[in-house]
């Protein structure tokens, strides 16, 4: 393995967990997948979209995503939305996140 | 004529292959707008129509794959749940079932008077094939625990508890003892057969008496020294490579005087005990049953004390 594809790795663990918390607070409006992709690419959080549809799914199977089809414009689409379940879940990573990003400001300074 | 189905179709369809009836439909149609968005897409940016399909599914990557995340369908055949168990039970099942399987065939394919390539060609053969039934029919059971779910033999989170037990060195005190005493049993049934025997009322040997006297003062000589390596074993409070080549020396040792004093058992033995042509024909069994019986002895005596030196050297 070179040394790009071992920092690629270990980027993509850190990033994980954090497109889950992405979606859930984003789809508070709901969205639909090509139009989440879009968004989180803008605000920085680069997925890809056999990443991405799959993890609706999932999600949406745990109950943190209600969908609903849209047939008004011409090509259907499925929307997801943040459910109840959801918001709490999406609450309980935020916070954790805030605590992990603390705990890492508070690790010694490199020299 | 019908239309030629686009790359997006086939691709579709492909992913579909492995979702569950109930969610194709639902699947397919949510697949198929992601596809359209994204073409759509790279078509406002300039790229032509085909180009920009053929890169959005090159991107997705393969169908089957992407279903797989759709249905969470494992795609390993054993997952570390359970590979370590697998492993452990595989390795233990062949230690065990292969030599017991040569051990087997050979001794039928010699009592059924196979030469000695053959003999050796079907122990190899039958070990091959019980490697290949053991192999598979483990990993199976494995597979289908690991797409079922369900825990394994000894379920339940690992503890200290669970760790090996320290192995014997094999050169404790009582190892000592078994080891002297066995050899003065076996010293004595050796006397006792060729001096009073053991069928009653018969002045008769199971031993060939031409042992007597030149091979066994030979065995209780070799008798002698393995007692006394036993001791050494015990002072030495390990075994060594050095004791363990003096161990294998002493098993051969005794083989070859066997072998060098002709029949093992008395021929009269058999022909004074049982009438008729039988007699010989129980003689051969006998003998070969015994000589495999001597030969697994010697092998695993030989064995035992280099895995026991090689323990102890680490």
């Known amino acids: ?111 | 004529m019908p239309e030629t189905p686009t790359l997006t179709d086939r691709y579709v369809d492909a992913a579909m292959r492995t979702v569950p009836e109930s969610q194709r439909v639902d699947l397919a149609a949510e697949l198929r707008g992601s596809i359209a968005d994204q073409v759509e897409a790279r078509e406002d940016a300039g790229e032509r129509k085909d180009a920009a399909e053929r890169a959005v599914l090159t991107e997705l990557g393969d169908p089957d794959k992407l279903a797989a995340g759709y249905t969470g369908r494992q795609l390993h055949l054993i997952g570390p749940r359970y590979y370590l168990d697998w492993w452990r039970l595989l390795k233990l099942l062949l230690w065990i079932v292969l030599p017991c399987t040569a051990f087997g065939v050979a001794l039928g394919q010699t009592l059924s008077g196979a030469a000695v390539g053959g003999i050796i060609g079907s122990a190899v053969a039958a070990m091959l094939t019980a490697a290949v039934h053991v192999g598979f029919w483990t990993t199976l059971v494995f597979v289908i625990l690991e797409r079922t779910g369900h825990e394994t033999m000894d379920a339940g989170p690992w503890t200290p508890d669970r760790l090996p037990e320290p192995r014997q060195q094999g050169a404790g005190f009582g190892e000592m003892l078994t080891s002297i005493v066995w050899l003065l049993i076996l010293a004595g049934l050796v006397v006792w057969d060729l001096t009073l025997g053991f069928v009653p009322g018969r002045r008769l040997s199971f031993l060939n008496p031409a042992l007597w006297p030149v091979g066994a003062v030979l065995l209780f000589a070799l008798m002698a020294v393995a007692a006394v390596l036993a001791v050494l074993v015990y002072v030495r409070r390990r075994w060594t490579y050095g004791l363990a080549v003096a161990n294998a020396v002493l098993s051969l040792a005794v083989v070859a005087v066997l072998l060098v004093f002709g029949p093992v058992i008395d021929p009269a033995f058999f022909a004074a005990l049982i009438d008729g042509p039988d007699a010989v024909k129980v003689q051969q069994i006998v003998t070969i049953v015994l000589w495999f019986g001597i030969a697994a002895v010697a092998v695993w005596t030989v064995l035992d004390g280099f895995l026991k030196a090689r323990r102890a050297a680490r």
Request: charge should be negative.
């Open chain 1, 1 to 111: 393995m070179s040394d790009d594809e071992i920092l690629d790795t270990h980027l993509q663990e850190l990033r994980r967990g954090t497109v889950v918390l992405a979606c859930l607070r984003l789809l508070a409006r709901p969205g639909y997948g090509y139009g989440l992709l879009e968004e989180l690419a803008a605000r920085g959080f680069a997925t890809d979209a056999n990443t991405l549809y799959p993890l609706l799914r999932r999600l949406e199977k745990q109950g943190h995503l209600t969908s609903e089809w849209n047939t008004d414009e011409a090509r259907p689409r499925k929307f997801y939305r943040t459910s109840a379940t959801g918001h709490t879940l999406a609450r309980s990573l935020t916070a954790e996140f805030r605590s992990i990003a603390d705990a890492i400001a508070a690790l010694p300074e490199e020299d």
